[in-house]
Nanobody
Framework: QVQLVESGGGLVQAGGSLRLSCAAS??????LAWFRQGQGKEREFVAA????????YATDSMKGRFTISRDNAKNTVYLQMNSLKPEDTAVYYC?????????????????WGQGTQVTVTS
């Protein structure tokens, strides 16, 4: 059975950092990604990483502040978030896909974690 379990969310002041973790179990995926959903907003793509090879993709607005990485031995994907802003406040979700190529839409991902709350105060 496939499971994605996020952790690492919390309350942080603007300018601070957090590292989110996503522990994956089950089948080997093509890519894992982080999405986020602010209150009253649509879920949006943040970054993705290829499980084999480790190449990454992040949206322009996230580059320079957010970094996605993985530890294959631990079957875990991380999202390092620096210089956090109040507008980064959201529930952050880990998602996995078996599909090839970079995928950015919610419907293109096969499995989802339960989400972890990140709150950035000003």
């Amino acid at each position: 059975q496939v499971q994605l379990v996020e952790s690492g969310g919390g309350l942080v002041q603007a300018g601070g950092s957090l590292r989110l973790s996503c522990a994956a179990s089950g089948r080997t995926f093509s890519s894992l990604a982080w999405f986020r959903q602010g209150q009253g907003k649509e879920r949006e793509f943040v970054a993705a990483i290829r499980w084999s090879g480790g190449s990454t993709y992040a949206t322009d607005s996230m580059k320079g502040r957010f970094t996605i990485s993985r530890d294959n031995a631990k079957n875990t994907v991380y999202l390092q978030m620096n210089s956090l802003k109040p507008e980064d406040t959201a529930v952050y979700y880990c998602a996995a896909t078996y599909g090839s190529g970079w995928r950015f839409r919610v419907r293109e991902y096969d499995y989802w974690g339960q989400g972890t709350q990140v709150t950035v105060t000003s």
